[in-house]
């Protein structure tokens, strides 16, 4: 029981830091302890992080057709860098003008990364006659392939539930594997139109799961025991299950109130809680901290003060 209770203790302490941050507009240092004063780490809420953001103001009250929103999605997700998105597609890209050439000659011309480090795609070539070694020419191709399939791929989405639009989104997005479809899926949930209707899936973040290696290890952690894929997803769901005894519990033994703290969003999926993914990405988050705690060296992050 007292493991479950540092897991919530991450997760009330990460939380309290947005909130004096960016809620009380408080200013630095937001956190006493040395961890989190010195390393960066993900925001409880997944809609809060910066990356989420900059999609997430295509994505929600705007009438950009389905079949956009779906390609900035991927496109977004594949790259998974801001600037990326913003330098090279100008921002949001469109189906009628999209075009590879063009696109690859501006490509070509940057220097530094192009894609974020924060997870792996597919290294396999889409097209192996033209360019295969050039991951970013690969993708495009990819979308530039995808684009007639949009319509078919958002009629399936739209009669499927959580559970087969993993598999869908798998099927078409060639460079996606389970973990990346599941990142471009949670992107669909929050898609609504300007009158609020959602206009990809109707299900939301807390009907499907994708429990990556990170979040895995940290249930290993959190478990004290190795877990197969079968026993990490029931565990993972158990502690969503599990929040309002457990933070009942940390008020109690700590006098740490996560309603103090809480995103205050009445459309979050999770409502007064966690929702299930992002249960998920906080285990990932408890892991590189329980690591960084036991003296484990790591890339430092630091929080820039503004």
Not at 62 to 74: A, C, F, G, Q, S
Request: net charge positive; aromatic share 14%; proline share 4%.
């Amino acid at each position: 029981m007292q493991n479950l209770i540092e897991f919530y203790e991450f997760i009330y302490d990460r939380q309290k830091i947005w909130h004096d941050r960016f809620v009380l507009k408080q200013s630095a240092p937001w956190a006493t302890d040395p961890i989190f004063s010195s390393f960066k780490f993900c925001n409880v809420y997944r809609e809060l992080d910066s990356g989420t953001t900059a999609i997430s103001k295509h994505l929600i009250g705007t009438d950009i057709t389905p079949e956009n929103k779906l390609l900035n999605i991927i496109a977004y997700r594949i790259f998974n860098k801001r600037d990326t998105f913003e330098r090279l597609f100008d921002g949001l890209l469109d189906i009628k003008t999209f075009d590879v050439k063009k696109l690859e000659k501006r490509f070509d011309k940057i220097e530094g990364p192009i894609f974020s480090d924060a997870y792996l795609i597919s290294s396999h070539p889409f097209n192996k006659e033209y360019r295969p070694k050039d991951k970013h020419v690969q993708v495009l191709l990819m979308l530039d392939a995808l684009i007639p399939k949009l319509p078919q791929i958002l009629e399936e989405l739209k009669h499927g539930d959580g559970a087969t639009g993993l598999g869908i989104i798998e099927k078409y997005v060639a460079m996606a594997g389970p973990f990346l479809s599941g990142q471009i899926l949670l992107d669909c949930t929050y898609s609504r139109n300007s009158k609020g209707r959602p206009d990809i899936v109707l299900y939301t973040s807390n009907d499907f799961l994708i429990v990556g290696p990170g979040a895995h290890w940290g249930l290993e952690i959190l478990f004290g025991k190795k877990l197969n894929k079968i026993e990490a997803n029931e565990k993972c769901r158990f502690l969503h299950a599990s929040q309002k005894e457990y933070f009942a519990l940390l008020k109690k033994q700590k006098r740490k109130d996560w309603f103090g703290v809480k995103w205050d969003n009445p459309d979050y999926s999770g409502s007064d809680y966690v929702s299930l993914h992002d249960i998920q990405g906080c285990l990932c988050e408890f892991r590189k901290y329980t690591r960084l705690k036991s003296g484990e060296k790591a890339k430092k992050r630091y929080f820039k003060i503004s």
